[in-house]
């Protein structure tokens, strides 16, 4: 899944290069972060395409996921409210 690919620079701790990593994914909006650590977990279970599914329906009427849009076509940085 290319999650655990990265190593630590030298001097540097694992979870520093943990925390420089992630700071893409925690800028993004709450509820698309919920929705898509369900889908990575479901994803080796059955059922996990009807729940991705499921998942991408949800997120797709949220006004962060209209926010994002807006952002995107506007090219600035989204400003999520978490709905």
């Excluded at 999650?3 to 694992?14: D, F, I, Q, Y």
């Excluded at 909006?29 to 479901?42: G, K, Y």
């Excluded at 949220?62 to 409210?81: H, Q, S, Y």
């Amino acid at each position: 899944m290319g999650l655990l690919n990265r190593l630590a620079r030298p001097g540097e701790s694992a979870v520093d290069t943990a925390c420089r990593f992630l700071e893409p994914v925690a800028a993004t909006s709450l509820a698309a972060q919920h929705c898509a650590r369900r889908s990575v977990t479901a994803a080796f279970q059955e059922g996990g395409v009807r729940i991705e599914a499921e998942n991408i329906e949800a997120v797709s009427m949220l006004a962060d996921a209209r926010e994002g849009i807006a952002a995107f076509l506007e090219k600035r940085p989204p400003v999520f409210v978490d709905r």
